[in-house]
């Protein structure tokens, strides 16, 4: 399963009240894709005038791949409230694991390679500068004259002044035709050929942001010390923005009013300044945000004259179950009748964590696995013995005798999981038609869960 919590845990913050207000807006409007600056540092380059450190901007929707048993813990720093999301959903509202990168925190290093992965992110940035400034060429030869002349002043790293250039038009034409030939068809007209270019570009930048949303450190900050590869170890995967469907974007920009919401809910956060990419000043983060409110899809023809129809699914629709602190279960199940969600989805928190019990099979084999473990470890204690050159016949008797515990425990177990599984088939078969098999059923395990037991007391003593 798939989980997006909230919210995040603050001093002086109702959870509650603020989860209930995230969770009207959600159900209101769709996924929120909030930008993020994460930094890289690389190796400084005095020809080239390159930053030491390369600020990434993200814009995503966060998920967690954990078992709902773990999800008790994960609730500590991420929020009571949980979005519940099967597998398959998260793969068609086009979820991707998180790529770990490692991030140096140090100026310098002997060790060039440490900045490897930062020089990544860094050329990144470049092809999303190089896509931004062919978008705009194309734009400025739109509906001009081929003999009109360009004079441009652009700026550059290595120098304090903008370098003058001069272009004529249809040279420039020609050029942006010769790096984008196997992007539009010849036979277009100038302009039509222009906004293809365009459009390519913008999917080519869209394709970009996204990537670069998918990029995480491994560690937090080393002064926090949050243990070695604190995020890594957290199964992210994003929702990231930049994505369209036939050419058309799948997320919007927030109206007004969709602002003012976000700034009451959190106005030091969503007010504080970010850098965007391909922006030279820095942007209010709630001016930044995007609403995913629906996903497209293509459906498939019922005959072979038909064409594939591009079709919109609401957000909500994927969602499995919503999962909220019991006191705050009656007014959830309220917001989703006034959003007209369904609300056998809402559950709260102390009854999912109930359904969500072991089931015995699966215990059995955990059991099993264990066993393999330490039948490893008296193996291995077994030769260090012998090649310590250790012959004492009291150990080894110890040895032999847990070697037959732990394999007449292995016996037990198969034969446990296999009636484990008889009774459950013939539970199943004979639900309906018979209360024998019921009674039978009821009175296996408990005896069942005896043995088990019994074993174990066994081998402890």
């Known amino acids: 399963m798939f989980y997006h919590s909230f919210p995040r845990p603050k001093k002086c913050q109702n959870n509650i009240e603020k989860g209930l207000r995230i969770l009207n807006n959600f159900l209101k409007s769709g996924i929120l894709l909030v930008p993020e600056n994460v930094t890289y540092k690389k190796d400084k380059d005095e020809k080239r005038k390159t930053p ?8 995503r929707f966060c998920l967690t791949q954990i078992d709902i048993k773990d999800l008790k813990d994960h609730q500590t720093n991420f929020g009571p409230f949980h979005i519940e999301f099967e597998d398959a959903a998260a ?3 086009g979820a991707v694991p998180v790529f770990y990168l490692p991030r140096s925190e140090t100026p310098t290093s002997e060790w060039s390679l440490k900045k490897l992965p930062g020089s990544f992110i860094f050329e990144l940035y470049e092809l999303q500068i190089m896509f931004n400034d062919i978008k705009e060429y194309v734009k400025m030869t739109k509906n001009a004259d081929n ?7 652009i700026n550059n790293r290595a120098e304090s002044k903008p370098k003058p250039y001069s272009f004529n038009i249809k040279q420039l034409r020609d050029m942006l035709d010769m ?7 010849y036979s277009l007209e100038e302009n039509d050929k222009r906004d293809v270019i365009e459009a390519r570009m913008d999917t080519m930048l869209g394709i970009l942001q996204s990537i670069c949303s998918l990029f995480y450190p491994t560690d937090n900050d ?10 890594f170890r957290q199964r992210e995967w994003r929702i990231t923005s930049g994505l369209s469907v036939n050419g058309k974007p799948l997320d919007r920009m927030l109206d007004d009013d969709e602002k003012k919401v976000l700034l009451s809910l959190d106005n030091t956060f969503y007010n504080k300044k970010i850098w965007v990419a391909n922006n030279l000043e820095q942007q209010k983060l709630v001016d ?23 079709e919109n699914r609401p957000i909500q629709e994927y969602v ?16 989703a009748k006034e959003n007209g969600f369904d609300c056998s989805k809402i559950i709260d928190f102390d009854t999912a964590m109930k ?15 264990n066993k393999q473990e330490l039948q490893k470890l008296i193996e291995a204690l077994r030769s260090n013995l012998h090649d310590s050159g250790n012959k004492d016949t009291a150990c080894e008797a110890i040895i032999t005798e847990q070697e037959n515990i732990l394999e007449n425990l292995h016996n037990q177990l198969n034969i446990m999981s296999e009636t484990y599984k008889k009774q459950k088939i013939l539970l199943a078969r004979y639900k309906q038609k018979s209360n024998f098999w019921k009674i039978f059923a009821l009175i296996g395990i408990p005896i069942t869960a005896v043995i088990i037991g019994f074993i174990f007391f066994s081998v402890i003593r």
Do not use: W
Request: charged fraction near 35%.
């Open 355 to 369: 359904k969500a019990k072991i089931p015995f099979e699966d215990l059995i084999d955990s059991m099993i696995n």
């Open 91 to 93: 793969y068609d509202l």
């Open 320 to 335: 499995k179950r919503i999962i909220v602190p019991k006191e705050a279960l009656e007014e959830s199940i309220k917001i």
């Open 288 to 310: 930044e945000c995007t609403i995913l409110p629906l996903i497209a899809y293509e459906t498939k023809p019922k005959s072979g004259k038909e064409k594939r129809k591009t």
């Open 52 to 59: 030491e450190e390369y600020i990434l901007t993200q814009r």
């Open 179 to 185: 790096f984008t030939i196997n992007f539009h068809p």
């Open 222 to 231: 080393f002064k926090k010390n949050n243990g070695k590869l604190y995020y």
């Open 147 to 153: 003999n009109d002349t360009l004079n441009l002043k």
